[in-house]
């Protein structure tokens, strides 16, 4: 591997190395990016699509704008197309322009005669007209009046309505009449319906003549005609308090419900404490909405006439009946000329855009989720990764593909015509987007704090989204349309996130579609503070959670999220003032004293370790790379278990250039001490020193010098063997000819940079070619400490053999601790060995002095038939006093022969005798070898722990 070590990687060039490595695995998802931008273009064009079709059909019935005439306005025979309210019929009215509205009489809604007030069983007053007014039509318009003065309430009610009448003479006006309509009224007044040809009208009096109607002339734009109007009887009735008046009124109007009794009121007066002195009166009504617009009623409310009436009815008790505030008419504002076209992004987008924007909450959630599953974000955390720039990266990476997503939208939408984005004013549309895309990336990273499944996380992500949208449509745009519905209620669910996306677009919608039903803008900055428009408390709910939910996310994971390395103490952002306040030497010394291990008939090999490691704590030896000390690993029992000892109280201390090879069963202990030194689990007691930092509290500046094979494979499928490199390179301050010099003697190394491989895909590498970039991956930039878990594992030997000669190459100039369960890989590469069982140390030191020490008899072996086999053993009696027997199967036997008792000569000698006397089919003498002494030592252990 090419020396290039620059020191550790600062924060900007780790970000640089994220950004490089992020923005490389985005152009390899170029089909799953297509697929997630096209949903919101197919989704816009649907409804364009939708929205022509709808439009043209409407425009085919002819009733959607102004009505028009072939006109001959000049006399001569030929005739031009005129627009205008006197071609137009009722349903065409509507859209006609109207520079100068017509000037309509104030009219009183009254009940239908079916519906006006009589006798029922649930109001029990006998003073209310009898049911039978109702089959012949003449029932009354009823009044109701209450307040603290009976006697000045009701001269006020009698006086109210004047008594029978005939038509206008030449002194009166429209005016003085009280006229009233029972029909339905619109959305504004450039039509009264009530005053229309084909509709009833009234004029409500004291008394009327049998079968009595009126003629009033009607100015209908520039002509003038008669309207036939029914007069009706209007009746005063006392209440003694108001919530009498308010039972009544409630309790019998209409609500939409065919099976309901109906009992309507055409008004009621509360004259409180009014007197001649004094006039304080509230007006009771009833009305009823076809819908609502930002929470206010369509439809106008006929209230001026039944103001104005209680008004002139107080003057005229003062002043005599010549006095009088004459309500001459009312008008609407001049509107320009429209025509019915359906907006349906405005109508039905509210909906499908809450699902385009949410859409990119699982593709984030899942992306986070999965470096966590798959053990990534902690492999580039060991390769010198720090927290700060894996957050700023990550978020900065989504929040780009975000505002690209959403440009792209809005763009989209607005090209091909959709009024939702036209309308609006682009500037509230960015600060909106803008805010929630940074709220819903903090809820992604807060969200991936809670999952450790990749799967589980994007099927619950999914399903948040597309409820989301179902419960806004079919809930909570309930409760925004409804102006009695508690708003502190409403704020509380705009809380969730969701709701609060859904309630903004909401409001653009609602905006959008009237802008582009009244020719007019949608949202803009001055709109925010009308009643009833809640984006205001949408961008300050939002804008408090980004910052909460981001806080809350980062805090999250460093103290409980799993897969991102040792979970830091809740505190720990005072960690910075305790490490200035304890140096090294005084954190090593206190641990010495808190560590109190049993030793109890530990080999002196071992012990002997120990003591040296106890001198390296005390004087600080810049040589040793790595100084374990007293390391102690205890998983806590479960389900009535004992505890489970992993690693227990480990002592070792590996120089510089030395490569030291941990050999054990399974469940011996390796991979919780390997799992110890790289920052996966915290020790329960006891430290390790790597490079002179402490693995307790100084992790991350460990990472920046250390390097880690894995004992699976932790690779990004879609990255190159030669992307991977340059990733980690750039993790290690590589930079410019430097890193790509590494990378190609890395992968030169390895095997991996000949054929095409270099720039295929690691997940399509086999199994042996993942295995050798793993490799490749621990040992680029030159760490100084360097873990390999089995390394070797499903080489062939040719790539196994080139494996060990780069491993040989790279512990010269730094410490390499090597797990494996091959003796033969363990004699190449290991300058020391450890055998560990069941959590211990065993024994320590080179290949030959463990053979040696453990190995002082020659194996003797014979095969020959069954029957022979007690012959055998008796050659074997011969040769050795001490022999033991430790295998026999099917005529083959294996002894240990004591070396000091056995002589070579001698043992062929009898093996030639034995040849003449019975058939020998295969024999041999060999030393003890590696793995001999790993199975006396792993034997000897456990036997010792099961009597101990």
Known sequence: MADASHGPASFGTQADALLRKNLTFQRRNTKTNLCLILFPFLLCSLLIILQTVVNGLIEKEGGSKCGCACVDKDGDGRCETVCGLEYSTVDQAFFCPIPSPQEWPALLQVPAPGSRAVK??????????????????????????????????QSLARRMFPSSRG????????????????????????????????????IIQSQCKQNSSFSVPIQLASNT???????????????????????????????????????????????????????????????????FINSQPMNVVRVPRSVNLVSNTFLQLLKGPGTKILLDFIKEMPKHGSQLRLDFSSLIGTLFFTWVILLLFPVMLGSLVYEKQQNLRIMMKMHGLGDGPYWMISYAY??????????????????????FFLLNSYSIQFVFYFIFLNLQ????????????????????????????????AFLFQFFLQDPTFPKQWIIFMELYPGFALYRGLFEFGQYAFNGSFMGAKGM??????????????????????????????????????????????????????????????????????????????????????????????????????????ELKKVYPGRDGN??????????????????????????????????????????????????ELDIRTQMDLIYTSMGVCPQHDLLWETLTGKEHLLFYGRLKNLKGSDLHQAVEDSLKSVNLFNGGVKDKQAGKYSGGMKRRLSVAISLIGNPKVVYMDEPSTGLDPASRNNLWNVVKQAKRDRAIILTTHSMEEAEVLCDRLGIFVDGSLQCIGNPKELKARFGGSYIFTMTTAPDHEDEVERLARSLSPNATKVYQISGTQKFELPKHEVRIADVFRAVGNAKSKFTVQAWGITDTTLEDVFIKVARGAQAFNVFA
């Open 225 to 291: 005609v008669q309207k036939e109007i029914i007069c009706v009887r209007a009746i005063s009735l006392w209440r003694n308090s108001s919530s009498e008046i308010n039972k009544a009124m409630h309790e019998g109007y209409w609500k939409g419900n065919p099976e309901r009794e109906v009992n309507e009121f055409v008004t009621a007066y509360d004259f409180s404490n009014s007197n001649r002195m004094n006039f304080n009166v509230s007006v009771w009504y009833n009305s009823t909405f076809r819908g």
């Open 642 to 691: 004992p505890d489970k000892f992993a690693v227990r109280g480990l002592s070792l201390a590996i120089p510089k250039g030395e490569c030291f090879g941990m050999l054990g069963p399974n469940g011996a202990g390796k991979t919780s001490f390997i799992n110890m030194m790289i920052g996966l689990t915290k020790p329960t007691s006891g430290t390790a020193i790597v490079q």
């Open 120 to 153: 029922v069983d649930f109001l029990p007053s006998n003073d209310f007209p009898n049911p039978s007014c109702r089959r012949t039509g003449s029932c009354p318009v009823t009044l109701l009046i209450t307040g603290n003065n009976q006697s000045f309430g």
């Open 167 to 202: 038509s206008l003479s030449g002194g009166d006006s429209i005016a003085d009449f009280i006229l009233g309509s029972d029909t339905e009224t619109d959305n504004n007044v450039v039509i009264e319906p009530g005053l229309l040809p084909d509709y009833p009208a009234y």
């Open 524 to 629: 803009t900055w001055e709109n925010l503070n009308e009643q009833g428009n809640g984006m205001k408390e949408v961008f300050l709910i939002m804008s408090l959670e980004w910052v909460i939910f981001l806080v809350s996310a980062y805090y999250i994971d460093q103290v409980i999220s799993p897969g991102t390395g040792i979970r830091r103490s809740p505190l720990f952002f005072l960690e910075t003032l305790r490490r200035k306040t304890s140096s090294l030497p005084k954190r090593l010394s206190s641990l010495r004293q808190e560590s109190k291990v049993s030793v109890e008939a530990e080999k002196a090999d071992v012990e002997q370790e120990r003591e040296k490691v106890e001198h390296l704590i005390s004087d600080s030896d810049p040589n040793h790379s790595i100084i374990a000390y």
């Open 441 to 472: 990336i903090s809820l992604a990273f807060l969200a991936s704090a809670m999952f450790s499944d990749f799967k589980s996380a994007t099927v619950v992500a999914y399903i948040s989204v597309f409820g989301t949208g179902l419960l806004g």
């Open 398 to 419: 989504f929040l780009s593909l975000s505002i690209i997503y959403m440009f792209c939208f809005v763009v989209f939408g607005s090209v091909i015509g959709l009024n």
